[in-house]
Structure formats: structure tokens, C-alpha cells
């Protein structure tokens, strides 16, 4: 099935626009999780047993375990869901670009190695370091195109002629480079006039929005700005805000309300 279908019957399976994120930083994890093996999957296994009704979508942040040398144990977490929840996509953050033939290897590290779903891109590079990805039609391809942090609009707000260059990408992704209709924007949550403004531009194209939760996005400015003519089109993600929600042995439970409030707080300006 395609991305863009499997997150729509998730959303709809599951009532839910959330998407939560697994970035572990073991040293947040309960100390009996610290002391197993494979601390890394032991954790994401119990955030989504308890999770996986209450999502549209995983998102696995690649840094995380990349920076500990668990890049098995990302290909595990990934397996996990495939195997018990195969309803509910994976996007894998990676926030990958660079010339075509390196792309070709991030493509395959990412669809093939990981078998993850989605992938989030850096667009900067060009069409030719964005294609070895769309190339993969049933895949889903994640441009940042405005993103959360708080240095973003120093760039991606600069005016190119009489547009943002934020604009400039969401109106270039929509009209040049979406030829399989593959292809989503991150828009962070933290800047829902940006949001609303990028809304206008791409139609009912599908947006990652994080930044809700621990960055402190507004809910209810962010799913005012950001839903498509279906009532839909965002994946909103929280990482810390749920997963990191408890840090003693109740923390799956802790973390299943905290996604309960998000998908509920969601759900009441749709
Ligand atoms: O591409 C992303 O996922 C991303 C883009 C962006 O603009 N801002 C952003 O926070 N993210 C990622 O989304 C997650 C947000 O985490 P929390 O702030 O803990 O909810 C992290 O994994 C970030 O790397």
C-alpha cells in the first residue's frame, strides 16, 4: 500500500492524527530498562504496545541510535511494528540530502535496510538529490520545508523575490517534483501562520508537523492552520512529550495518557 493510504486508514482505524516519536536517550529511560541488553528496543517495545491504537504513525528518529552504535536495534523497533501493528506506517527521520548518487544510497538505507515507510529529507540539494527517493513510488518523501527550531526563519524565511523561501520550497515540491505524488512537508507547530500560509499553497497536501509538546507548540493553532479540505493532512508528532511523559516502572502507562490527552486535545479542533 501506499504512504499516503496506510497513514489515512490509520488515522481513520484509529481516530488519530498522532504520530509518536521514539527518539531514546537512555539515560531518560526507568532504571530497570536501563539495565537490559538492548535497552534501546526494550523501551520503544513497551511505548508502543501501549501506543499503537492511539497513533496514525511511528516516527524513529535515525540520530538516536545512530549516535550509540544501535542501529540494530532501530531495525528491530521497526520489524516490531511491522510484525505486530502493520497497520501503523514508520517514517524514519533522518533528514537525509546530497548528490544523486550518495541520495541513491540514502534511498536504499532507508526503504530497503530499515524497510522504513517514509523518510524526511533535507531539499536543499536540489530535485536531483530528491528524486533517488521518490523514485520509490510507494514510499513516502518528507521535505523540511519550514521547520521548528527556533533559528529556522533566520533562512527559511528570507525573502526570494517577493515569496519566503519557505514558500518557494512547498510550491516547488507541489508543482515540480510531485510527479508520484509521493511527496509530504515538514511544518513545524511552533509557526502556524506559516503553517496556514503553506496550507494555502500545496492544497490538501500531507504535512509532518512536530513541535508540539516539548517545544511548546499550540494545539489548537496548529490543527486550525493545518487540516486539509478532508479534515486531515497532518501527522503531529511529539516525541519527549509522550515517550519521556513517566520515568519509573509505570512510564508505558504514563506514556499511553499522555497520548490519549494529545490525540484528544487533537481531536477537538477537527
Ligand atoms: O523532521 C522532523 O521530524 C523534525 C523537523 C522539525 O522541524 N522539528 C523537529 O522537531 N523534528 C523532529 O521531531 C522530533 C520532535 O521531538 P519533541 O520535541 O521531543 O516532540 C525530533 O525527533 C526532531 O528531530
Redesign the pocket.
Known amino acids: 500500500m501506499r504512504f499516503l493510504d496506510q497513514v489515512r486508514a490509520a488515522v481513520r482505524k484509529n481516530n488519530s492524527l498522532v504520530c509518536v ?1 521514539l ?1 531514546p536517550l537512555p539515560e531518560k529511560f526507568p532504571a530497570h530498562i536501563q539495565e537490559l541488553d538492548q535497552s534501546v528496543f526494550e523501551f520503544n517495545k513497551y511505548i508502543i504496545d501501549a501506543t499503537h491504537d492511539l497513533v496514525c504513525a511511528y ?1 524513529p ?1 535515525a ?2 541510535y545512530h549516535a550509540r552504535g544501535a542501529e540494530d536495534q532501530l531495525l528491530m523497533t521497526i520489524e516490531y511494528i511491522k510484525d505486530n501493528y502493520p497497520d501503523i506506517p514508520v ?1 524514519l ?1 533522518s ?1 537525509r540530502g546530497d548528490i544523486g548518487s550518495t541520495a541513491d544510497q540514502y534511498a536504499k538505507e532507508a526503504f530497503e535496510r530499515y524497510g522504513a515507510d517514509a523518510v ?1 529529507i533535507n531539499p536543499y540539494m536540489g530535485i536531483d538529490t530528491v528524486e533517488p527517493f521518490t523514485r520509490y513510488e510507494d514510499k513516502g518523501t ?1 521535505l ?1 520545508c ?4 527556533p533559528g ?1 526563519g533566520a533562512i527559511q524565511n528570507l525573502k526570494i523575490g517577493d515569496q519566503f523561501l519557505y514558500e518557494v520550497i512547498a510550491e516547488t515540491a507541489m508543482k515540480d517534483w510531485n510527479s508520484n505524488n509521493n511527496i509530504m512537508l ?3 507547530a ?1 509557526n502556524p501562520d506559516e503553517l496556514k500560509r503553506i496550507r494555502e499553497i500545496t492544497g490538501d497536501m500531507t504535512f ?1 508537523v ?6 511548546g507548540g499550540d494545539v489548537e493553532a496548529t490543527v486550525k492552520s493545518g487540516l486539509n479540505s478532508a479534515g486531515e493532512g497532518i501527522i503531529v ?8 511523559a513517566g520515568n519509573d516502572e509505570n512510564f508505558a502507562e504514563a506514556a499511553r495518557a499522555a497520548a490519549i490527552e494529545l490525540r484528544d486535545q487533537v481531536n477537538q479542533y477537527r
Open positions: 516519536g527518539d516516527k528518529q540520530a538516536h517514517i527521520d533528514k524526511t518528507i523540511l519550514r521547520t521548528s527550531n529556522a515538514v511544518v513545524g511552533t509532518l512536530p513541535g508540539l509538546g516539548a517545544q508528532n511529539s516525541s519527549r512529550g509522550i515517550i519521556y
